[in-house]
Antibody
C-alpha cells in the first residue's frame, strides 16, 4: 500500500523558514516524480513544485520561485520542501503526492503551515 | 500559470446526472490529453477520480466519466449519490513540466 506521510508544518513568522518532509513507503520511490501541492484555508488546490526521479530537475509555480526548494533523498525514501522568505499568502496545508504522467495518484494527509506574526 | 475555470457550485438530486466544466486555454487543456479530476471531502486529502481526460483508476465507480472538447474538459457524475457530495478539482498539464489546477467546484446533493 502506498503511504505518504508529511511532517514539519507549524507556525512561522513572516520572512522565516521552514522545511517540510514527506516519507514514502509501499512503492519504489526512486522510480517516480514527486510533487508538492498546497491548499490555503477555504481555497482550492495549487500545484507548488515537482522533482524528477533522480532529483536533478525541479519545477516551480511562479509565486514560489527563488524562495522554495524541492529536493529528495532516494536512500531515505523522502521528499522535502525548503521554504524561505515565507509570506502570509504561503499559509496552507501542504500535501506531497506521487506524480505519474502529470497526474497525482497518491496523496499524503497534509501538513499545515501558518505564516503569521 | 493561470488557474483553470470551474463553476463554483453544481447541485443535483439523488439519481440525477451532473456535469462539471473545466475551461482552460490552447496552452493547457486544449493542447494535451492530460486532464485529471480529483474529489476532496472536507478535511481529507484529494483523491484521483479521472486521468488522461477519460480514464478511471482502479476502484473508482463507473458513475464517474470524463471528456474533453477543445479547451474545455468535463466531469460527469451519473446516478448521483449522497457520498458524491464533495469538492471537485480539474488539473491539466500546461507544458514544461508545469501543471495547473482549476478553482474547484462544490457538488451538493439535494
Amino acid at each position: 500500500e502506498v503511504q505518504l506521510v508529511e511532517s514539519g508544518g507549524g507556525l512561522v513568522q513572516p520572512g522565516g523558514s521552514l522545511r517540510l518532509s514527506c516519507e514514502a513507503s509501499g512503492f519504489t520511490f526512486n522510480s517516480y516524480w514527486m510533487t508538492w501541492v498546497r491548499q490555503a484555508p477555504g481555497k482550492g488546490l495549487e500545484w507548488v513544485a515537482n522533482v524528477i526521479q533522480e532529483g536533478s530537475e525541479q519545477h516551480y509555480v511562479d509565486s514560489v520561485k527563488g524562495r522554495f526548494i524541492i529536493s529528495r533523498d532516494n536512500a531515505k525514501n523522502s521528499l522535502y520542501l525548503q521554504m524561505n522568505s515565507l509570506r502570509a499568502e504561503d499559509t496552507a496545508v501542504y500535501y506531497c503526492a506521487r506524480h505519474v504522467a502529470h497526474r497525482f495518484d497518491s496523496w499524503g494527509q497534509g501538513t499545515l503551515v501558518t505564516v503569521s506574526s | 500559470q493561470s488557474a483553470l475555470t470551474q463553476p463554483a457550485s453544481v447541485s443535483g438530486s439523488p439519481g440525477q446526472s451532473i456535469t462539471i466544466s473545466c475551461t482552460g486555454t490552447s496552452s493547457d487543456v486544449g493542447s494535451y490529453n492530460l486532464v485529471s479530476w480529483y474529489q476532496q471531502h472536507p478535511g481529507k486529502a484529494p483523491k484521483l477520480m479521472i486521468y488522461e481526460v477519460s480514464m478511471r483508476p482502479s476502484g473508482v465507480s463507473n458513475r464517474f466519466s470524463g471528456s474533453k472538447s477543445g479547451n474545455t474538459a468535463s466531469l460527469t457524475i451519473s446516478g448521483l449519490q449522497a457520498e458524491d457530495e464533495a469538492d471537485y478539482y480539474c488539473c491539466s498539464y500546461a507544458g514544461s513540466s508545469i501543471v495547473v489546477f482549476g478553482g474547484g467546484t462544490k457538488v451538493t446533493v439535494l
